[in-house]
């Protein structure tokens, strides 16, 4: 075995070791939620050090793929990714901000969030990249058997606030996991009712929580899988099928119903205009230029808060332009250019289209969905990476 390909072995082993952490992290997250909303407790036990331990070895990860993939994205990428990572760290340190509190450090606003995006830099490597798609799988159905749990044990809740407090982190690591799935494995005999499984599951947590951005970005997941298949005749029929069935379900499922009605309520329901009314009423230009750094808030009536549901905006006004230009050019423009250059292969447009979905999501599209040490975070970097390696290799062709 060569040096490299070495090298490559023990970042596969960093980053799957964190992936597994941190998927496994989801199910105590997920709890800690239920005990916060329940009894007022975020307090962390031993279950801390599953994140802990994800969040080093994605930090490895990300220091050994730097190095091995020199020449193989292109400078734009690496330029971006380290003037990101440099003005968020000076942003962090001129606002104040703890070096050596964790619970700042790994924040979204913190210095660890953004190492850990390094991990687009493991996307040049085929086989790892295979493996991916198959733990992505994995993932989705271990999420999937905890939803099914909490189905059993505690119902959905009779008002939105219970159905959050036990499915919102599965439902948000669901609407990032389940669509990529659901059509890069389109082709894969081998999966194919595994991946049409793991779309209903996500349906369903969506359905469940009442979340209506989340329906909208699974019904858009159907029209890209439809407009992607030859024989759409044959594509309606299981489909119609499979809505009716999953109509009678909800129908006549009293729980589910439940949730159906909940959801027809809030779906005229405008829940954010006022906040982002506030929010922009409260800006001026130079903290969209430097920065409010770590510790910004704005006043919402009587209450101080410290996010927006507009990740964009929420990271310009904390972070400041520089840092948002970099992701910016990262999620959404690198891929639009290489959209725009055409003839891309189904697994690419899946990548892409995931892409779009995810930079629409940071809108305010797909609500508690940020940039964070979350799991889906590092799924979502792994999925950008390899668009940006393929982003890299049309620079050069």
């Known amino acids: 075995m060569s040096k ?8 596969s082993f960093f980053l799957y070791s964190g992936l597994v952490f941190g998927l496994l992290y989801v199910y105590f997250a997920q709890e800690r939620l239920y005990s916060s909303m329940t009894n007022g407790s975020i307090a962390l036990g031993p279950e801390k050090f599953l994140r802990i331990f994800s969040v080093i070895c994605i930090f490895i ?7 091995s993939s020199r020449g193989k994205y292109a400078v734009s990428i690496f330029f971006s990714y380290s003037i990101l990572l440099l003005t968020i ?6 606002s104040g901000a703890d070096f050596s509190d964790m619970a700042q450090f790994m924040s979204n606003r913190g210095i660890g969030t953004w190492i850990c995006l390094g991990v687009i830099f493991v996307g040049h490597h085929n086989k790892r990249y295979e493996t991916f798609k198959k733990f992505a799988l994995f993932s989705a159905i271990f999420i999937s058997g905890l939803c099914i749990y909490n189905f059993f044990d505690f119902g959905v809740g009779l008002w939105r606030g219970q159905a959050l407090s036990k499915y ?5 690591n669901m609407v990032w996991i389940a669509p990529y799935v659901f059509l890069i494995l389109k082709n894969n005999n081998e999966f194919k009712w595994a991946r049409v499984f793991v779309l209903f599951m996500g349906v369903l947590m969506a359905l469940i929580t009442q979340t209506r951005s989340f329906l909208l970005i699974y019904v858009l997941t159907l029209l890209f899988d439809f407009f992607n298949t030859k024989k759409k005749g044959s594509y309606l029929i299981p489909l119609f099928t499979g809505v009716l069935g999953f109509v009678y379900l909800v129908l006549n499922t009293s729980i589910f119903k439940q949730s159906l009605d909940l959801l027809i309520n809030r ?13 922009l009423n409260q800006l001026n230009f130079i903290d969209l230029v430097t920065g409010r750094g770590h510790f ?10 410290t996010a927006v549901d507009n990740q964009w905006l929420y990271l310009l006004w904390w972070g400041g332009l520089i840092p948002f230009l970099c992701y910016f050019f990262l999620a959404f423009v690198a891929p639009i250019i290489l959209i725009l250059k055409g003839n891309l292969d189904y697994e690419t447009r899946v990548e892409c289209f995931v892409l779009v979905l995810w930079v629409l999501g940071l809108t305010g599209l797909a609500i508690y969905s940020t940039m964070s040490v979350e799991f889906f975070f590092f799924t979502m970097s792994i999925v950008l990476g390899r668009v940006l390696y393929k982003f890299s290799l049309s620079k050069t062709q």
Request: glycine share 4%.
């Open 4 to 11: 490299s390909q070495q090298q490559e072995k023990i970042i």
């Open 61 to 67: 990860t990300t220091f050994l793929s730097i190095f």
């Open 89 to 94: 760290t000076l942003n962090y340190a001129v």
């Open 168 to 172: 919102r982190v599965y439902a948000t």
């Open 267 to 279: 779906g005229t329901n405008d829940t954010r205009s006022e906040q982002l009314h506030v929010f």
């Open 296 to 305: 910004a808030y704005y006043q919402l009536g009587n209450e101080v808060w």
